[in-house]
């Protein structure tokens, strides 16, 4: 009796990857709605206010200070080995490595540069957004402080805002905002917001970076990840022009002159010369043009056949040397007594 092995979800995962890659009949593209514009709002808003508890050293930067003198990395030791590779989360080589590696196998399965694309511009936005912010306000860093209680802005530092904060939200984020299904949209969504405030409390722990910090990393990268479907045809129009390179540069190739078929070795190639006045050829380029090719060097002169086609080496007859004494088989007359009757 035949039994069937039923399947295990190894064997589905696996089976799932040996199919054809195919473009999906439709991609669900996030769209600017009135939802979104007012939490993009709302997100800036808190950004600016943050920016401006910081600028004039109101009760956020006292507390910045306050938490600093806590010494979380003293009051915790025991996770701090943890921590310094958890904090790898929010670095910008490894994570953009990572996610990348992930789209890019999407865009693979599905036809569809989109993912690249998106995460591009993201980490784009999220250089200069955040780069000039850093630049502009110029705040020093915990570890290099000079005056108890000042918001230490404009003093050359590059800490405010938390580029690993804002980091750990947009290249996380970024992949609940490619989910294909509002399920999977909505558990992404909840994993990247735990890992980017897991790591931006890492970063408070370790003394790299102040609270207030922390707070305009987080809201930096929800305005990337909420201003994204405003690049979305610009994203379109670079996926189209992309495409349409390369059917160019495949048509290119496609239209190369092949070369002209060898003629057989061993048989004359016919080669036109130019005629004389009176429409003959001459009798010297006439007969040179009848000469059979030159063998490559790597073969024997004359015609190369195969193996299975050449006559065999071995002469036809016996192969002892000949006798003078002795009288070949066939030149026997009589032939041999029968017995028996």
């Not at 669900?28 to 979104?36: A, E, I, L, T």
């Not at 996770?79 to 080589?93: M, N, P, S, T």
């Not at 050359?156 to 980091?167: E, K, L, R, V, W």
């Not at 910090?213 to 670079?238: F, K, Q, S």
Request: charged content about 15%; some cysteine.
């Amino acid at each position: 009796m035949r039994t069937e092995r039923n399947l295990t979800r190894l064997d589905r995962v696996f089976a799932r990857l040996d199919r054809e890659p195919e473009r999906p009949a439709h991609i669900d593209v996030p769209r600017m709605s009135r939802h979104r514009v007012v939490l993009f709002a709302a997100t800036l808003a808190f950004y600016l206010a943050i920016v401006w508890a910081v600028a004039i050293t109101s009760w956020l930067v006292r507390f910045d200070w306050q938490v600093m003198f806590f010494r979380p990395y003293q009051q915790w030791p025991e996770i701090h080995a943890f921590l310094d590779y958890y904090v790898v989360l929010g670095q910008r080589g490894p994570t953009a490595v990572m996610v990348a590696a992930w789209l890019g196998w999407r865009s693979w399965r599905q036809h569809t540069l989109r993912p690249l694309l998106t995460l591009g511009a993201s980490l784009l936005l999220l250089n200069i957004t955040v780069g000039a912010a850093k630049l502009g306000m110029g705040r020093l860093g915990p570890h290099y402080a000079i005056t108890i209680g000042s918001n230490e802005m404009g003093l050359g530092g590059d800490i405010f805002p938390s580029g690993h904060t804002a980091n750990a939200v947009v290249t996380w984020g970024i992949l609940a905002y490619l989910a294909s299904t509002p399920r999977a949209r909505r558990w992404l969504s909840a994993l990247s917001a735990v890992t980017s405030l897991g790591v931006g409390l890492t970063t408070v722990y370790l003394g790299t970076h102040w609270l207030s910090d922390v707070l305009l990393g987080w809201a930096a990268g929800l305005l990337i990840l909420l201003a994204l479907p405003w690049c979305e045809p610009l994203i379109a129009r670079a996926e189209t022009g992309i495409f349409s390179l390369r059917d160019s540069w495949r048509a290119r190739r496609g239209r190369v002159v092949p070369a002209p078929a060898a003629s057989p070795v061993g048989v004359p190639a016919m080669v036109p010369h130019p005629a004389t006045a009176d429409g003959e050829v001459p009798a010297r380029e006439s007969a040179a043009s009848v000469r059979a090719p030159r063998a490559p060097v790597y073969l024997a002169p004359g015609p190369h056949t195969a193996r299975s086609e050449r006559t065999p080496v071995t002469p036809v007859g016996s192969r002892r040397p000949p006798h003078a004494d002795r009288v070949a088989r066939s030149a026997t007359t009589s032939a041999r007594p029968l017995t028996g009757g």
